[in-house]
Nanobody, 120 residues
């Protein structure tokens, strides 16, 4: 029943920053994990970052040190702060709610996606 709505995507220059938001219709604590995935043209969908109910995190090697996932349980919102953006970060970013910190499952809920374009 969970609905997820992403926002905050857009066009940004290399080296710039962007913050994505994912607003959930219900408590984000109802899912074990909240995560961000992305898919670039011609590439497979990949995990960007995940955060558990207890605050543990998991990041793709390609974004470690640049991206930060966080959650505000009172606002039922998950964020992805993206710094030092690179052209290879260009993709559609999807919010995800599910049981796993590392894989997608048939129990996952997905947002509609928001486009992030990093270009001069």
């Amino acid at each position: 029943q969970v609905q997820l709505v992403e926002s905050g995507g857009g066009l940004v220059q290399p080296g710039g920053s962007l913050r994505l938001s994912c607003a959930a219709s219900g408590s984000i604590l109802s899912s074990n994990v909240m995560a961000w995935y992305r898919q670039a043209p011609g590439k497979q969908r990949e995990l960007v970052a995940a955060i558990s109910r207890t605050g543990g995190t998991n990041y793709a090697d390609s974004v470690k040190g640049r991206f930060t996932i966080s959650r505000d349980n009172a606002k039922n919102t998950v964020y992805l702060q993206m710094n030092s953006l690179k052209p290879e970060d260009t993709a559609v970013y999807y919010c995800n709610a599910g049981p796993s910190m590392r894989t997608t499952t048939r129990y996952d809920y997905w947002g509609q996606g928001t486009q992030v374009t990093v270009s001069s």
